[in-house]
């Protein structure tokens, strides 16, 4: 049975950073394509950054670029997303997906399948 399990949200005032975990199972990691999805408070889903199979190129949305940073380890099947510099329109549920990039908007169909999400909030 495929598994993602995420952590790592909470509350963070602007400029702080977070580290989000992405914790897999069922699959062969190594070899997978790997995204970050988010969903803020009353809209639909954004894609954030993926991470490609063997080759581990990244990938990043250009609202997240120079500030997340998508990485894994795969002796610990994990999967993490750094992020710095948080903004409060960062302020989302962070969902782990299983699969690559696919639109900017997806839809939970794009994806093979996703973990429960964490929630981040940037506030003052």
């Known amino acids: 049975e495929v598994q993602l399990v995420e952590s790592g949200g909470g509350l963070v005032q602007p400029g702080g950073s977070l580290r989000l975990s992405c914790v897999v199972s069922?699959?062969?990691?190594?070899?997978?394509?790997m995204s970050w999805v988010r969903q803020a408070p009353g809209k639909g889903l954004e894609w954030v950054s993926s991470?490609?199979?063997?080759?581990?190129?990244?990938f990043y949305s250009d609202s997240v670029k120079g500030r997340f940073t998508i990485s894994t380890d795969n002796a610990k099947n994990t999967m993490y997303l750094q992020m710095n510099s948080l903004k409060s329109e960062d302020t989302a549920v962070y969902y782990c997906a299983k699969g690559d990039y696919k639109n900017h908007y997806p839809s939970r169909d794009d994806y093979d399948a996703w973990g429960q999400g964490t929630q981040v909030a940037v506030s003052s």
């Open positions: 069922g699959f062969t990691f190594g070899d997978s394509a």
């Open positions: 991470i490609y199979g063997y080759s581990r190129n990244t």
